[in-house]
């Protein structure tokens, strides 16, 4: 039997600033869209690989997301860490820690919260990128 994590959902409190956001300053393009009788839905994949995310929102949902504790942080692999940064904060993204060389693993990372409070992780490998993960230095 082989399993893979194909995609998951996020819901979101504004599905056209959430596209905005995930296109423009993120840079990951939507492949599909669809409209349920509850929610409106945007997949979103990089052409270079990785997982899929699909966006929702639901539209009996008022007010913010409610984060509560099962979710901690969505990692996003990317070449220049700090330019990522740059961009985000520039799009509204809360700085939660700036940019940093991690002395336990070859990697550069940043910490911000999206438009909806959700954590992203911005990670720049500078080696040995995991196997099977795509790697944005090589595109």
Known sequence: MVAIIGQFCVNVSDLERSVAFWENVIGIPVVSRTEIETAREAVLQSPHGGG??????QLAQTGPIDMGSAFWKLYVNTDDCAALFDKTVAA????????????????????????????????????????????PKNV
């Open 92 to 135: 509204g993204c809360e700085v939660v820690v700036a940019p940093a060389r991690l002395e336990r693993w070859p990697v550069t990372v940043a910490l911000v919260t999206d438009l909806d409070g959700y954590l992203l992780e911005l990670i720049e490998y500078h080696q040995d990128t995991p196997a099977g993960v795509p790697d």
């Open 52 to 57: 899929r995310m699909q966006l929702a929102q």
